[in-house]
């Protein structure tokens, strides 16, 4: 017996902003991200329904439940960063480790190479979250520096590391 789930990438609508703040209400979710416990609802919908030029938002879906999210973040109106993409990414709790993180990231990975022609992409990640940092160079980025004391979580301040990967130019 396969339970293989699949998963449907697309991108955010202005009406998944009840979805998305849903995977940010996680204790998991927001403590591997720089957001703050108890989203609101309100900013999510703003987010969706205003994004900043050169902002792609991506969800992963179960039968239409949304269950993550990636951001891919470019730099159309910046000469010398239009090359590359910012990527931010969260799971819903219930969801990570099921294959979520990976689909999206190849969603991510192919629209920034096939579609957007960026070289480069990066991210940064919680030198912790051993999880993520195996997914993301799974797809090709390798750790470039450490940030310490990068970010205060649950009172105390963690280091990350920013990491990238770089397109194969044939």
Same mark, same amino acid.
């Given at each position: ?12 609508? *202005? #009406? ?10 996680? *204790?998991? #979710?927001?403590?591997?991200t720089l957001q703050l416990p108890f989203p609101s609802v309100e900013r999510w919908r703003q987010r969706l329904a205003e994004p900043p030029e050169g902002a792609f938002n ?17 730099? *159309?109106?910046? *000469? ?19 294959? #979520? ?30 999880? #993520?940092?195996?997914? @993301? ?14 970010? @205060? ?7 990350? @590391? ?9």
């Amino acid at each position: 017996m396969d339970n293989k789930v699949t998963f449907t990438i697309r991108r955010a609508e *202005p #009406a998944d902003y009840e979805s998305v703040a849903r995977i940010f209400a996680g *204790p998991k #979710a927001f403590s591997g991200t720089l957001q703050l416990p108890f989203p609101s609802v309100e900013r999510w919908r703003q987010r969706l329904a205003e994004p900043p030029e050169g902002a792609f938002n991506l969800l992963a879906c179960v039968d239409n439940e949304v269950v993550g999210q990636l951001g891919l973040h470019t730099f *159309p109106n910046n *000469p010398r960063r239009r090359h590359v993409g910012q990527i931010g990414m969260a799971i819903r709790d219930d969801w990570q480790g099921k294959g #979520a993180g990976s689909a999206l990231m190849q969603a991510g990975v192919d629209l920034a190479d096939k579609w957007l022609n960026l070289f480069r992409l990066e991210l940064e990640v919680y030198t912790d979250n051993e999880a #993520a940092i195996r997914l @993301y160079e799974k797809f090709g980025f390798v750790v470039e520096g450490t940030l310490v004391r990068f970010a @205060y979580r649950d009172g105390q301040y963690v280091d990350a @590391y920013t990491m990238a990967r770089l397109r194969n130019i044939v």
